[in-house]
């Protein structure tokens, strides 16, 4: 069975991202894009929610042939380009996905069942990156198996939490460790 593994980074106070759904606010520290890319080698399947997709999309793909750009920013983009691709969202057509051609869509009220098959069909990991509300139902409908939380060093006191409310989920602590030379710290866990 194929895993799903969440990957997003936070702050120790619990945001998501900052005010306004800002993401860079976020600590961003060295052993980001390196730990991304890693996530990125060991999966077949990118999971994102419309906004996320989105933002990829309009990030990701030129990155490979821009002149200067570090290594690790261009080996995700071809990572990016190469990866099968399921985006939930109730509103993105086929002909929105461009120029990303390996793209299903799936509808928010049957993303559950989907990812439940992919889990079950053959592969490596699926990966979610982004995606709060995304991997918040997936997370509470039992079909995460590892949250990959980089821990960075800023206090937001404000902006998008991490959860979004409803029934708490117990974890199991799986490791923690630095990454890179910054001072971001991987937590993982794993749903009881």
Do not use: C
């Not at 999309?57 to 821009?66: E, R």
């Not at 997370?139 to 800023?154: K, N, S, T, Y």
């Amino acid at each position: 069975m194929r895993r799903l593994i969440v990957t997003n980074i936070i702050t120790p106070d619990g945001y998501h991202s900052g005010p306004g759904g800002d993401v860079m606010a976020l600590p961003f520290q060295p052993g980001f894009d390196e730990y991304n890319a890693e996530r990125l080698r060991a999966a077949d399947t990118l999971l994102l929610g419309r906004t996320s997709f989105e933002e990829f999309k309009a990030y990701w793909p030129p990155v490979a042939d821009t002149p200067g750009a570090p290594p690790v920013e261009r080996e995700i983009s071809r990572l990016n380009d190469a990866i099968d691709k399921v985006v939930v969202s109730d509103s993105l057509t086929p002909g929105q996905t461009a120029p990303w051609t390996n793209t299903e869509i799936v509808k928010r009220s049957a993303a559950r069942d989907r990812v439940a098959e992919l889990k079950r069909g053959p592969g490596r990991d699926i990966v979610v990156f982004g995606s709060r509300t995304l991997w918040n139902d997936l997370l509470r409908a039992g079909l995460v198996d590892e949250l990959h939380l980089m821990i960075g060093p800023a206090l937001l006191g404000d902006g998008v939490r991490v959860l979004d409310g409803g029934p708490s989920v117990a974890l199991h602590l799986l490791e923690t460790r630095p990454l890179g030379s910054g001072q971001l710290i991987l937590a993982r866990y794993a749903p009881r």
